[in-house]
């Protein structure tokens, strides 16, 4: 696992003395302190995908075409559940039939239809890299007009959240200690610590070349095993944002 850290931000507030609550108190001074805000990287490798497997039919009516579309993703659906997919890893993520139009109505005249087109996407959870190629050759050779996106996530990303918290809060520390070292004073307790939970793993890199499948062989000898779409899963980053405050203390003047 890869590490690192971003810099950070660091704040020294010196308050001014508090005023007199009333005749009867002296004043006391306000605890000074210094913030300090820090971003910890570590980067996972994804072991997921979502692909997004689309279906489009043309047809004389909306009936046909929704018919002819209803049949093609079928046996799309069949054949990615052949590869090991379960049903619960495949749901509909949208169904549509719409008119076509010619490009050039007759002027004065409303548009003319001359066919319908239905459309209907689902999305698959490849619960294996290895598998994301086989799911999308299966799916273009059943019927499939198109692969919409990939999207390549880890399946679990606390430990690597737990590693980017801690080296966030130690670049913190490590930036606010010299600011206080500089202000002639140490850092005291920890009055405030905040991470930011709106730091989310997201994608360094994710290429996705979609061919279709083939066996190869070399010179008439044995063929080879089946090679698939190639799916490079890459890395993802994962961040965390802390925010803290420590208590300034003040060295001897």
């Known amino acids: 696992m890869v590490v690192r850290v971003a810099p950070a931000f660091v704040a020294v507030v010196i308050a001014a003395p508090l005023m007199a609550q009333s005749a009867q ?3 006391q001074p ?3 302190y210094i913030a300090a805000s820090a971003v910890g990287e570590t980067r996972v490798t994804p072991d997921r995908a979502l692909v997004q497997v689309t279906v489009d039919s043309r047809g004389g009516s909306a009936a046909s075409a929704a018919a002819e ?3 093609k993703q079928e046996r799309v659906i ?3 559940k052949a590869t090991g997919v379960a049903s619960p890893q495949i749901r509909t993520a949208g169904y549509r039939v719409n008119p076509e139009y010619a490009e050039r109505p007759e002027r004065g005249k409303a548009p003319n239809v001359t066919g319908y087109r239905a459309n209907n996407t689902v999305q698959v959870e490849v ?3 290895e598998n994301i190629g086989r799911v999308i050759d299966a799916a ?5 007009t198109n692969i919409g996106s990939v999207g390549l996530y880890a399946s679990s ?8 918290v801690r080296l966030a809060v130690t670049k913190a520390r490590g930036e606010a200690e010299s600011a206080a070292a500089a202000a002639g004073g140490t850092l005291g307790t920890v009055i405030e610590l905040t991470i930011d939970p ?3 793993p997201r994608p360094l890199l994710q290429n996705v070349v979609v061919t279709s499948a083939a066996s190869i062989s070399s010179g008439g000898e044995m063929p080879m095993a089946p090679m698939y779409t190639p799916v490079e899963p890459g890395e993802s980053l994962v961040l965390a944002v802390v925010r803290v405050r420590w208590q300034f203390v003040s060295g001897p003047r």
């Open 25 to 27: 108190s002296s004043p």
């Open 30 to 32: 306000a605890p000074s």
């Open 69 to 71: 579309n209803r049949t």
């Open 78 to 80: 069949a054949a990615v």
């Open 127 to 129: 619960r294996s890299v």
């Open 140 to 144: 273009l050779g059943a019927g499939a």
């Open 157 to 164: 990303t606390d430990s690597a959240r737990r590693e980017a």
């Open 198 to 200: 709106g730091a989310v």
